[in-house]
């Protein structure tokens, strides 16, 4: 029996201690993507060896690490990028105005219509000047090569005068040699 004067003991003793509070932290809250609202910061990290500080010769610094704000976050104005995110899908007004079709009216349509036939007609223009110059370049090529030939044919001509006036030279400086078989000097009616 005295082993059952020990149970309830064993129970006071279990409920003397006090309960703990354990704290948990709250969940974090679900990211959210602000991409397509605001740009990131940049942050750059610099390293540094040891060195005396500038300012008072008696201070030295140890290596260490520097974190520098390059830019800092703003807001990202674009609206392409806001029509595609799923906050602001619920925002009347939000898409973006160069994907709405463009006013139509009679005069926009007749105005459209005339730059269509302004266009053939520079088209048309553009391929008969086009095959004008592919004619002209062909005449001059054509042209060049008739000079060349010219130049040549001028050449061998002067070359035949020159000739032609040495023979000429050559003939007055000989005597002139009868072709007949009589003698010189001789009577004949």
Known sequence: MKT??????????????????????????????????RYPEIVRAYHFGRYADPNDDL??????????VEENTRWDLHPATIGNNDFFSTV????DAAFSPAPVNEAILAEVNSQRLATAQIMVQTRTLSSALMQFQTALQQTGTN????????????????????????QRRLPSISTTNEAPGSLSP
């Not at 948990?24 to 679900?30: D, L, M, S, W």
């Not at 201070?59 to 520098?68: A, E, I, K, N």
């Open 147 to 170: 000079l060349q030939q010219t130049a040549a044919l001028r050449a061998t001509v002067s070359e035949m005068k020159r000739r032609l006036d040495a023979l000429e030279a050559a």
């Open 92 to 95: 009347p007004g939000s898409r």
């Open 59 to 68: 201070v030295m610094h140890g290596q260490h690490t520097v974190f520098r």
């Open 4 to 37: 059952f004067y020990l149970i309830p003991l064993l129970f006071l003793s279990a409920c003397s201690t006090t309960p703990q509070l354990i704290l948990r932290p709250p969940p974090p809250p679900a990211a959210v993507d602000n991409s397509a609202v």
